[in-house]
């Protein structure tokens, strides 16, 4: 079947620290790759995502990189601030169809310290 | 405004009774779901309609039903049957690849 795993939290850095959120799938086909964004007693929002092998998705100064060889899709920011502090998900969904739900990783909760 | 709504915010239930969660879209899309959130274990996939009229089970549907009669909308109830159903429901629309999230709906059964 399907999974994400994520790295544990909570991850805590100060203010302008480097991030790395680390993610790694499986998959029984060729997935589509999100990251998603949860603040506190919201919904998800999506952070950004790729499509294919090599693809480098960016948003609000993140970024990821489908890694098909690794099997990955870390998260990247090279310059956190407090407002980033939320609950981050990797997810994957296999064929274009729509038709399934997303395969979501557990979560993990960063928080950002001034 | 297009988006998904998702009312109320806030639900409090006493165990035995069914209890029904709303989610409208103005998006005009054609795949709704549900996902319950449990601290610690991520979202999980209750049920899902890809067009009016029709639905299927996601991962963990025991205790939950669904109908989808209108495009805009896909209403969850949570019936007595759900043994533990105090969580976290999100429900989601489609386009493409791309899933859309609502605000949430914080279901406390006690």
């Known amino acids: 079947g399907n999974s994400v795993t994520q790295m544990e939290g909570p991850v805590t850095l100060s203010e302008e620290a480097f991030l790395t959120i680390n993610c790694t799938y499986t998959?029984?086909?060729?997935?589509?790759l999100f990251w998603y964004v949860q603040y506190p007693g919201e919904g998800l929002q999506l952070l950004l995502k790729a499509t294919k092998a090599d693809d480098k998705g960016s948003n609000k100064g993140f970024e990821a990189t489908y890694r098909k060889e690794t099997t990955s899709f870390h998260l990247e920011k090279g310059s956190v601030q407090v407002s980033d502090s939320a609950v981050y998900f990797c997810?994957?969904?296999?064929?274009?169809?729509?038709?399934?739900?997303?395969?979501f990783g557990k979560g993990t909760h960063l928080i950002i310290q001034p | 405004d297009g988006g998904i709504t998702q009312s109320p915010k806030y639900l409090f239930r006493k165990e035995g009774q069914n209890v029904t969660l709303s989610c409208e879209q103005n998006?005009?899309?054609?795949?709704m779901y549900w996902y319950r959130q449990d601290p610690g274990q991520g979202l999980r996939l209750i049920y899902y309609s890809q067009i009016v009229n029709d639905f299927q089970k996601g991962d963990i549907a025991e205790g939950y039903s669904v109908s989808r009669e209108k495009k805009e909308s896909f209403p969850l109830t949570v019936t007595s049957a759900q043994k533990n159903p105090t969580a976290f429901y999100l429900c989601?629309?489609?386009?493409?690849?791309?899933?859309?999230f609502g605000p949430g709906t914080r279901l406390t059964v006690t």
């Open positions: 997810a994957l969904r296999v064929g274009g169809g729509g038709a399934d739900g997303l395969t």
């Open positions: 998959a029984t086909g060729y997935p589509s």
């Open positions: 998006l005009n899309h054609d795949a």
């Open positions: 989601a629309s489609t386009r493409g690849t791309e899933q859309y």
